[in-house]
């Protein structure tokens, strides 16, 4: 069975840039969570994506924005990095349909200059 | 999703139960209590979660009250790799909106 992968590991940008992050789910899992970590605090829900449409979303502005693909796999969208964009972006995947638990990928950590 | 207050940090000995706990005086019926824990720089992992009834799983037990406002994790033989940041957590289960809410977390330190 193969856990869920985040790439790249580690990214740098300047601000007003804009960042696409990829996530690939694990197997059999239909539903991929964004969730943004910020040095000494708890991850934020950012949204859920299932069935390759939006399926709930935290306090994020619209420059936030993902994709799913048919594939499960997913992408994190950040247009016009702001400094405060800057943190560990944390995707996990679990099925919807079954009560069963988010299994978090190793995280992007994402810096912008 | 209903708040949850844990204590900012812990202390266990190395081989000693380590039991962290949790409020969460304001979980409506419908709501599970969910635990999971984040070694430095890596992402959270799942370790258990329960409705009502205690749950004991390969890696920790869940002790949940009567009344369902508080809970305990309890790792029962606490090793050096245990130390982490250790999230509570009550959503609802299943279904849409499968968020998960995090605070702050207690950081718990083994020591040997």
């Known amino acids: 069975e193969t856990g869920v992968t985040q790439s790249p590991t580690h990214l740098i940008k300047t601000r007003g840039q804009q960042v696409t992050l990829r996530c690939s789910s694990q197997s059999g899992h239909n539903t991929v969570s964004w969730y943004q970590q910020a040095l000494g605090q708890g991850p934020q829900f950012i949204f859920q994506?299932?069935?390759?449409?939006?399926?709930g979303r935290g306090n994020f502005p619209p420059r936030f924005s993902g994709l799913q693909f048919p594939n499960y796999s997913s992408e994190l969208n950040v247009n016009a990095l702001e400094l405060d964009d800057s943190a560990l972006y944390l995707c996990a995947s679990s099925r919807l349909d079954t009560d069963n638990e988010q299994f978090f990928g190793p995280g992007t950590r994402l810096t912008v200059l | 999703d209903a708040k949850t207050t844990q204590p900012t940090s812990m202390d266990c000995a190395e081989g000693r139960a380590a039991n962290l706990p949790c409020n969460h005086s304001t979980i409506s019926g419908n709501e599970y209590v969910y635990w999971y824990r984040q070694i430095h720089s890596q992402g959270p992992q799942y370790i258990i979660h329960g409705l009502k009834n205690n749950e004991t799983n390969e890696m920790a037990s869940l002790i949940i009250t009567e009344d369902r406002k508080s809970s305990t994790l309890i790792l029962p033989h606490a090793t050096l790799r245990d130390t982490a940041v250790y999230y509570c957590i009550v959503r609802v289960g299943g279904g849409s909106n499968y968020k998960l809410t995090f605070g702050k977390g207690t950081l718990l330190t083994v020591n040997p």
């Open positions: 994506y299932y069935r390759e449409e939006e399926n």
